[in-house]
């Protein structure tokens, strides 16, 4: 495992500019591969996002989730879904058996996402987990993708 030698600030602002200045995949990719998994639940950048230190456009919220849409959409309908508490859970690779209710109402939440959003028509859900997983931010998180036609395979 790779020694965690960023601060927390080091890595948000990291993130943040990442996400404020990525246009492409390829950007995607280079932001997961820099960033140092972290070995534990030092803040995230969604944690500023959930404690409302950063702005976002929140398309659900009840007491255990947050979504909320993505600043670099890969497609017309791109949200996050994230859980308010991570609890340990920085990636699905890092699940255990007490993440099992939190696991199940991120998937229920990108479904009732979904028909918000008016995908009808289809959708994708994707958790990225760890660097050649594209992860970038280290708590969990589900995209909810659609609005077009997507392509198989994702890349």
Known sequence: MKNNNNNTGERIAVLTSHFTHSTSMASEKEAALATIPPDSDSPTIFDKIINKEIP????????KVLAF??????????????PKVRDGLTGISKAEERHF????RLLYTAKLVAKQEGLAEGYRVVINDGPQGCQSVYHIHVHVIGGRQLNWPPG
């Open 101 to 104: 209710d939190i696991l199940g």
């Open 69 to 82: 849409r993505d600043i670099n959409p890969q497609a017309p309908v791109h949200i996050l879904v994230i």
């Open 56 to 63: 976002s456009t929140v398309v659900y919220e009840d007491d």
